[in-house]
């Protein structure tokens, strides 16, 4: 099903979905993970592009994840890729099946940083793959604003481009401060843009995470999880444990107050993420 389908059923539960990253090892202990969430009842499997992970293995894991009888959302990052092989990678992954895809910009590497790219920006990515494919698209969103961004404001008039060209749902980056999301539905419906939004979780599982995170994007960490972060930083079980009621308290909230969706970013572990869905599912989920 297509992701403008996916989110516009009217559901008697969330929708769900878990965000992986193609391991350096073998696939082998992540499909175990995928196949413990698969209880879940998840719309789909998100997989990463050159995200913590190579990028080159994407197509056989993506593979390996349909097998499982899931539904995969590979996706697509243009900065350093050329325009021939984003077209011959979207032919395959259409022809295996695929409905939707996740146009991303990607980071720039450090020593890519003076040549010509294919493509500058998502938009272009998101026109490109509208123009050639039945695909239906997702892009990212920044609740506090992308890094890169002078301010929230602009980055919004970015993600406008975005949607103009095509996208179907907004993926947001994690956030551990609900109001930060619910303030960023508000401006975007002011601006116009009525697409779904769908919240990323993130729970908490190490201090070092947690530190590589905010170092890479705007996100502010709440004093309580400030709190237990130095509480518990010689103590991960106890840090996990808190992770997984702060996201839960995050996830029913997001519920309630009328998110459609949520998008966990599992790590690869199935641990936290399946303990928060036991702790948030209703009667209806029939998990
Ligand atoms: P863009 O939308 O292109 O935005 C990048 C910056 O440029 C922003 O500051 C924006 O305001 C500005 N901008 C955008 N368009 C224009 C324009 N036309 N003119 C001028 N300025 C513009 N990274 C990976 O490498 N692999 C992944 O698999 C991956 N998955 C992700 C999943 C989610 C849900 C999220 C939220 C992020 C993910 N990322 C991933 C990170 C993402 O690639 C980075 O945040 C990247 O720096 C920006 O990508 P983007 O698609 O948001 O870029």
Redesign the pocket.
């Known amino acids: 099903m297509k992701l403008r389908e996916i989110y516009s059923d009217k559901k008697s539960r969330p929708v769900i979905s878990f965000?992986v990253?193609p391991p350096n090892s073998d696939n082998g202990n992540l499909l175990d993970e995928i196949k413990v969430l698969k209880k879940y009842n998840p719309e789909f499997v998100?997989?990463?592009?050159?995200?913590g992970g190579k990028g080159g293995k994407s197509f056989e894991l993506l593979q390996q994840i349909k097998a499982l009888g899931l539904n995969v959302m590979p996706?697509f990052?243009c900065?350093t890729s050329s325009k021939e092989s984003i077209k011959s990678a979207l032919i395959k992954i259409e022809q295996a099946g695929v409905e939707n895809v996740?146009?991303?910009?990607?980071?720039?590497p450090d020593f890519e940083i003076n040549r010509n790219f294919d493509f500058?920006?998502?938009?272009?990515?998101v026109k490109f793959i509208k123009e050639r494919t039945n695909l239906s698209i997702?892009?990212?969103?920044?609740p506090e604003?992308?890094?890169?961004?002078p301010d929230l404001y602009?980055?919004i008039?970015?993600?406008k481009?975005?949607v103009d060209a095509g996208a179907d749902v907004i993926?947001?980056?994690?956030f551990f401060d609900n109001k930060k999301y619910f303030d960023y539905v508000n401006i975007l419906r002011d601006e116009g843009i009525n697409l779904p939004v769908i919240p990323?979780i993130m729970p908490i599982i190490s201090e070092k995470q947690i530190t590589k995170m905010t170092s890479m994007?705007k996100i502010t960490v709440p004093d309580i999880v400030k709190e237990k972060i130095e509480q518990y930083k010689n103590n991960s079980k106890s840090l996990q444990a808190f992770g997984i009621d702060y996201a839960t308290q995050q996830c029913l909230e997001l519920l309630e107050k009328g998110a459609c969706g949520l998008?966990f970013?599992t790590l690869n572990k199935s641990h936290s993420t399946s303990k928060i869905l036991d702790n948030i599912k209703g009667e209806e989920w029939k998990i």
């Open positions: 965000e990253f998100s997989l990463t592009y050159g995200a996706h990052t900065i996740l146009a991303l910009r990607g980071d720039i500058s920006y998502a938009n272009e990515l997702g892009v990212a969103g920044y604003g992308h890094i890169e961004s602009t980055d008039k970015n993600l481009k975005k993926f947001t980056q994690l990323g994007a998008h970013f």
